[in-house]
T-cell receptor
Framework: DAKTTQPPSMDCAEGRAANLPCNHS???????VYWYRQIHSQGPQYIIH???NNETNEMASLIITEDRKSSTLILPHATLRDTAVYYC??????????????FGTGTRLTIIP | NAGVTQTPKFQVLKTGQSMTLQCAQD?????MYWYRQDPGMGLRLIYYSASEGTTDKGEVPNGYNVSRLNKREFSLRLESAAPSQTSVYFCASSEDPGGWMAEAFFGQGTRLTVV
């Protein structure tokens, strides 16, 4: 299973772009990178995922390096509601193809007013 | 649109008691999961069900049993609760029929305390 490494905490000023890094140096060629976040101990919320190309949706952008060993989640204009723990996950599938998401401890992002 | 619904939201058990945590999803998803989250920790997978009629162990299955009652419902049972099972339990579901593209939807959690 590919493992991920994230900084335990980060701060970002409100209105600025928040850039959250993730290292996944042992990722295999067919594994996707997923990002989830968890606000106030609620259930985790899906943000975005990608394989090789950069991805963008209404919530965020995902930049994956060409060698796929690291990625960055970008929240373009952070608001106070973006304060949460952000998890970078590499998707693992067993023989049945089940979508098992293995969570680490994530990055606690605090948006500063 | 309810998504994933867990019951109960809170529960206090005495050591040795049993209980079942209920989970239901209304998105017609094939796969369902149970996670636990201890204070300050990430989520750990207890059991999952790739499709109706199948269940498999995750990372921390000891002390738990599961039942995939039908496509909508996936329950988690503690036969003899222990203080080490004090945690927040999350149920999740995903469309994933074995493909790579589906994201998971999580319930709001069940906060369980075993005294």
């Amino acid at each position: 299973d590919a493992k991920t490494t994230q900084p335990p905490s980060m701060d970002c000023a409100e209105g600025r772009a928040a850039n959250l890094p993730c290292n996944h140096s042992t990722i295999s060629g067919n594994e996707y990178v997923y990002w989830y976040r968890q606000i106030h101990s609620q259930g985790p919320q899906y943000i975005i995922h990608g394989l090789k190309n950069n991805e963008t949706n209404e919530m965020a952008s995902l930049i994956i390096t060409e060698d796929r060993k690291s990625s960055t989640l970008i929240l373009p204009h952070a608001t106070l509601r973006d304060t949460a723990v952000y998890y970078c996950i590499v998707r693992v599938a067993d023989q049945t193809g089940a979508n098992n998401l293995f969570f680490g401890t994530g990055t606690r992002l605090t948006i500063i007013p | 649109n309810a998504g994933v619904t867990q019951t109960p939201k809170f529960q206090v058990l005495k050591t040795g008691q049993s209980m079942t945590l209920q989970c239901a999803q209304d998105m017609n998803h094939n796969s369902m999961y149970w996670y636990r989250q201890d204070p300050g920790m990430g989520l750990r997978l207890i059991y999952y069900s790739a499709s109706e009629g199948t269940t498999d162990k995750g990372e921390v299955p000891n002390g738990y049993n599961v039942s995939r009652l039908n496509k909508r419902e996936f329950s988690l049972r503690l036969e003899s609760a222990a203080p080490s099972q004090t945690s927040v339990y999350f149920c999740a579901s995903s469309e994933d029929p074995g493909g790579w593209m589906a994201e998971a939807f999580f319930g709001q959690g069940t906060r369980l305390t075993v005294v």
